[in-house]
């Protein structure tokens, strides 16, 4: 008898069919972005502050030295107030994560994704980026 590739089988009765979901679309983080001098200032603060949970995630910086760029949870950006610095939603433009880094520009990982936590929670940086301006304003006035 030669098979055909059909069944003949009858079908189960009762039988239940479970829906397979699709997985999740991953989010892309939002953006912080700071003053270099700042920022950098925020990342030895939360660094140097084991308890603050999460640590920091990964940080850019642009090819003029300019400024840093704290990845933080999507969302972040439609609550962000922070004067002197910036959020904006990445929409996942520009960002490639892994063992590649960006390409646009000069831009570069300070502390690249895999080196580092996922994102920044928002709360740990704010208050790491307010104590590093507080701790900027006090040197530059003791000159």
């Known amino acids: ?3 055909t590739g059909t069944s003949t089988a009858p079908a189960s009765q009762g039988a239940t069919t479970v829906p397979v979901e699709a997985p999740a679309p991953v989010e892309a983080p939002d953006l912080v972005t700071v003053p270099t001098r700042q920022g950098l200032e925020a990342v030895d ?6 308890s603050l949970a999460g640590g920091v995630g990964p940080v850019l910086h642009d090819g003029s030295g300019d400024t840093l760029g704290f990845l933080v949870p999507p969302g972040t950006a439609d609550a962000w107030d922070l004067p002197g610095s ?12 892994g063992d590649v880094s960006p390409t646009a520009g000069d831009s570069g990982w300070l502390l690249p994704p895999e080196a580092v936590g996922p ?11 307010g104590e590093a ?7 530059d006035n003791c000159r």
Not at 45 to 50: D, G, Q, S, V
Not at 86 to 97: D, I, K, L, W
């Open 133 to 139: 301006a507080r701790l900027i304003e006090a040197a």
């Open 1 to 3: 008898m030669e098979s």
């Open 86 to 97: 910036a959020c904006t939603q990445t929409n996942g433009r520009g960002m490639r994560f």
């Open 45 to 50: 603060i939360i660094r140097r502050a084991t």
């Open 119 to 129: 994102v920044t929670d928002p709360e740990v940086l704010r208050a790491a980026l």
